[in-house]
């Protein structure tokens, strides 16, 4: 039912930007908490953001936040991930998930885009 598609990764040099789109379709969107989540190699996925479907509350997890900024534009049923002064440390698959505020947790994936931040 759900379609989550993302875009934006690629190679970034340290200290640079890059910003996610997540493009959502075949649900109701603007009443839908959404995140983004990553994995990188060997470790488990972590939640990044997350965003209410009012917008008016955010969560950023504690090794992003003053980077990274999560935003939504319900009319075109998508959800932004500004990310600035990227560190390879922030390498990982960038996966777009519908959330479930109550427990943070993704119910719903989408593909995912590499971010491979290089020094």
């Known amino acids: 039912q759900v379609r989550l598609l993302e875009s934006g990764g690629g190679l970034v040099q340290a200290g640079g930007s890059l910003r996610l789109s997540c493009a959502a379709s075949?649900?109701?969107?603007?009443?839908?908490?959404m995140g983004w989540f990553r994995q990188a190699p060997g470790k488990e996925r972590e939640l990044v953001a997350a965003?209410?479907?009012?917008?008016?509350?955010?969560y950023l997890a504690d090794s992003v936040k003053g980077r990274f900024t999560i935003s939504r534009v319900n009319a075109i049923n998508t959800v932004y991930l500004q990310m600035n002064s990227l560190k390879p440390e922030d390498t990982a698959v960038y996966y777009c998930?519908?959330?479930?505020?109550?427990?943070?947790?993704?119910?719903?994936w989408g593909q995912g885009t590499q971010v491979t931040v290089s020094s």
């Open positions: 998930a519908v959330v479930v505020w109550s427990t943070m947790s993704g119910n719903y």
């Open positions: 075949g649900g109701s969107f603007s009443r839908t908490n």
């Open positions: 965003i209410a479907w009012t917008g008016g509350s955010t």
